[in-house]
């Protein structure tokens, strides 16, 4: 386990977010599946009948508000995705003298944070892009958007699943506290939409894509209006298979279809459902208390987008029968899982009605098994 009690004071001074244009709806995500179903069954009936194929099963937007607490979700490019025929996003490919885009989703989301936090581009010494997926090997997303933005200094890129965001947070704040910078902006720009398999029944409405951004900086050189100290950050790895995505360059050599079976994202939901709980709540409890505090007693829980059972479920363990919306605030109903950038969302948009001296507390957790956490203190209004 890292665990990092901070020699120096370290704040959260702004966020941003970048919504994409174009929301798609459990009804629209189902009618296009089960179009798709329906013609694969009909014209493999026969392989079907003999025991040799299986047949697609049929889909509903009760069975997936049901599953996931789920209604709708932003993607970049609908009409791919709502297509039978093609059941993937089109984004077409962009000249390498072109902002790609995902730099272009995360630059648009750094503005917003860097306004929100009163710095330009020449106060930043460094970007960390963390994302549950990557558009490509190199050169680093995170050098493009610093870039694109004008930033000097360093930046790379980092993958951790889900938990991306938080263990990107928690190398910023490694970051200012041993002196190799003073702010850093950390961006997470999930384009998930292109790992989902459309034509899967259980997978195909879970992601959506979005991008959030944040300034982390000490507290010395803030100068932002909404600002959070940063208490301590805790990071926890366990390896599992339960979640896992296998495409990569290697299919290539191995001579398989790079977008087959199992190559795409795909997960044991009851397995994660019953591991990871248990574990995220223990996590989340032992950080609290370790930075001071009770956690029945703090009034915010800012935490991974996934599952709205899953959160339920970690929240009553965390507060008992106090847990509610409003300590732990919901965003996935409209946004879907958007991989690491859940929790971020959720305190971009939920934190406004907190007071100097409340806590709060951001987490993820994924694929890995990985879990990041950071408690947080108001500390202006």
């Not at 939409?193 to 507290?219: K, L, N, W, Y």
């Amino acid at each position: 386990m890292s665990d990092n009690k901070l020699p120096h004071s370290v704040v959260i001074s702004g966020t941003g977010l970048w919504t994409p244009p174009h929301s798609i709806s459990n009804e629209e995500l189902v009618e296009a599946y089960n179009r798709f179903a329906e013609q694969f069954n009909t014209e493999h009936a026969a392989a079907i009948e003999a025991g040799e194929v299986a047949a697609k099963p049929l889909s509903s937007a009760e069975f997936i508000e049901k599953a996931s607490g789920i209604k709708s979700r932003y993607v970049v490019s609908p009409e791919g995705i709502l297509d039978p025929q093609r059941m993937r996003p089109f984004l077409p490919e962009r000249a390498d003298d072109e902002l790609c885009l995902q730099a272009e989703m995360g630059v648009t989301a750094a503005k917003d944070a860097l306004a929100a936090a009163g710095k330009k581009p020449g106060d930043i010494d460094a970007v960390i892009v963390g994302a549950s997926y990557l558009q490509r090997a190199y050169p680093a997303i995170a050098i493009e958007i610093q870039d694109a933005l004008g930033i000097d200094g360093f930046a790379f890129d980092m993958e951790v699943a889900c938990s991306s965001a938080t263990f990107a947070l928690q190398r910023a704040v490694d970051a200012i506290c041993s002196g190799s910078a003073g702010a850093v902006l950390v961006v997470n720009p999930e384009l998930a939409s292109p790992q989902i398999d459309f034509t899967d029944r259980d997978s195909h409405f879970i992601f959506g894509d979005v991008a959030v951004a944040t300034v982390v900086e000490r507290r010395e050189t803030c100068t932002s209006s909404d600002a959070w100290e940063i208490l301590g950050t805790r990071a926890k790895t366990v390896f599992s298979n339960n979640i896992r995505s296998n495409f990569g360059y290697t299919a290539r050599a191995a001579d398989v279809d790079p977008f087959g079976d199992g190559k795409l994202f795909r997960q044991n939901g009851r397995k994660v459902f019953k591991e990871v709980c248990p574990m995220a709540a223990a996590h989340i409890e032992e950080h609290v208390r370790d930075t001071g505090g009770e956690p029945a007693e703090l009034p915010r829980y800012w935490l991974h987008q996934a599952n709205i059972n899953m959160n339920n479920l970690i929240a009553k363990k965390l507060m008992g029968d106090a847990a509610s919306a409003e300590r732990a605030p919901v965003v996935l109903d409209r946004y879907a899982n958007t991989g690491c950038a859940g929790s971020v969302i959720a305190f971009h948009l939920h934190r406004e009605d907190l007071q100097p001296g409340d806590r709060g507390v951001i987490c993820s957790f994924g694929a890995g098994y990985s879990i990041g956490s950071l408690v947080v203190e108001k500390i202006r209004a």
